[in-house]
């Protein structure tokens, strides 16, 4: 395409707010489909969360099968046992209840369902050829995006990489976002989760890839993080703040869709390849570190992101208001009780195979700088580094 027309990617239908999922049914009908397969987790059936949908669905005559194996950060493996049960059940669209892992869970089946093949085919941007099956995305965080966006990650546990694909193909038939599903969040999962939000939203607002509309939908999407995250942790069940994260995640699942993410994701996907790191809680280790690597590259927009997470740079530099962006960022990781990297399972021996790999990331190249292996690697010794120090202040 003509480097001067810009696409523009949404799923083609959206419902947000308290009550969301009642609407359900009448779309179904709308599309002529027959039989759903719900992609979902142990963790949530045991919550009784597929329940609420299931019990709108058999109300309205709608059949199903439930495949509830999905873990977090997904494998082949997942994927492959998901879309032989798809096909064995002879069902014809997905309903993916869940955070990111069943969405991106659903995509795979999605693709292969219609397209055929292995899903390490189509990793990288937009290799299938044909439509997906249909995928109605009911998200039960508000942070991954997923339901939002035409990405998603599979691990391949041989390698112990993490494959993104890119594919207008997978994006959903309709996304579901009811703050109603999350209000029994834990307050960990709930914090990491918007951490995972507001790096979209950062680095789809210094990507290469934005725009004016993607602009501005990041920056929205910040300052509703910044004005209700902090809530939504601390009272889960108040519905205004689960609202705001439920648009703010929205947002910036669109703004970095769109416009691309950057060093954050490229880093974030290797730890948790590697160690299973919770996809949120490397992203908001990673964040500060990453955005004082970029501050030479994008220091008024960040600028920006100081101004919208609540910092007054009247009277201040461009560089130190690009530095307050980032301690606005640790603040808030730091009032949420976001992790240190010394309390993952990161080991500093494997910095040289991660930079090489994060180098290698699909989430890369719309960084505003493309780094070295070497500045990648000192990313991830200064994380380190700031916790071991962290834990020895709060030891004290
Ligand atoms: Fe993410």
Not at 125 to 138: E, F, L, V
Not at 340 to 369: G, H, Q, R
Request: with cysteine.
């Amino acid at each position: 395409m003509d480097a001067q027309i810009t696409e523009l990617f949404q799923p083609v239908h959206t419902l947000i707010g308290k009550g969301s999922i009642n609407e359900i049914p009448r779309y179904i009908s709308s599309i002529g489909v027959k039989k759903a397969l719900i992609i979902t987790d142990e963790g949530l059936c045991k919550i009784g969360t597929p329940k609420k949908i299931t019990d709108v669905l058999e109300k309205n005559g709608c059949i199903y099968e439930v495949y509830s194996k999905v873990q977090p950060n997904p494998t082949v493996a997942i994927v492959n046992d998901a879309v032989s049960y798809f096909k064995e059940k002879g069902c014809d669209y997905i309903i993916a209840i869940g955070g990111g892992s069943p969405i991106d869970v659903a995509k795979a089946v999605s693709i292969l369902s219609a397209n055929g093949g292995k899903i390490e085919d189509y990793a990288g941007y937009d290799r299938s050829q044909r439509a997906g099956s249909p995928i109605i995305a009911i998200n039960t965080t508000a942070g991954t995006g997923s339901e939002v966006t035409r990405a998603y990650v599979v691990t391949d546990e041989l390698r112990k990489v993490k494959m993104l694909m890119v594919d207008g193909n997978c994006l959903a038939f309709l996304a579901i976002n009811d703050p109603e599903l999350m209000v029994g969040m834990p307050h960990s999962l709930t914090a990491s989760t918007g951490m995972d939000a507001l790096t979209h939203a950062i680095e789809a607002y210094v990507a290469t890839g934005s725009n004016p509309y993607t602009d501005s939908l990041a920056i929205g999407a910040i300052k509703l993080v910044g004005d209700a995250l902090r809530t939504a942790v601390r009272v889960g069940s108040d519905i205004k703040a689960r609202t705001d994260m439920c648009w703010a995640e929205y947002m910036a699942g669109y703004a970095f869709s769109n416009a691309g993410l950057g060093i954050v994701h490229a880093i974030a996907h290797q730890l948790g390849g590697y160690y299973h790191t919770p996809h949120g809680v490397a992203n908001a280790i990673l964040l500060p570190h990453c955005m004082e690597f970029n501050r030479p590259y994008c220091m008024e927009r960040m600028g920006h992101i100081a101004m919208a997470l609540g910092t007054d740079i009247t009277g201040m530099s461009a560089d130190d208001a690009s530095k307050a962006a980032v301690q606005a960022v640790q603040q808030l990781s730091h009032d949420i009780n976001i992790p240190y990297l010394t309390s993952t399972k990161f080991n500093l021996n494997d910095v040289e195979i991660l930079a090489e790999n994060a180098l290698k990331d699909a989430s890369m190249p719309t960084n505003p700088v493309q780094p070295t292996k070497e500045q990648i690697v000192e990313v991830l010794v200064k994380a380190y580094s700031d916790g071991l120090v962290r834990n020895i202040i709060e030891s004290v």
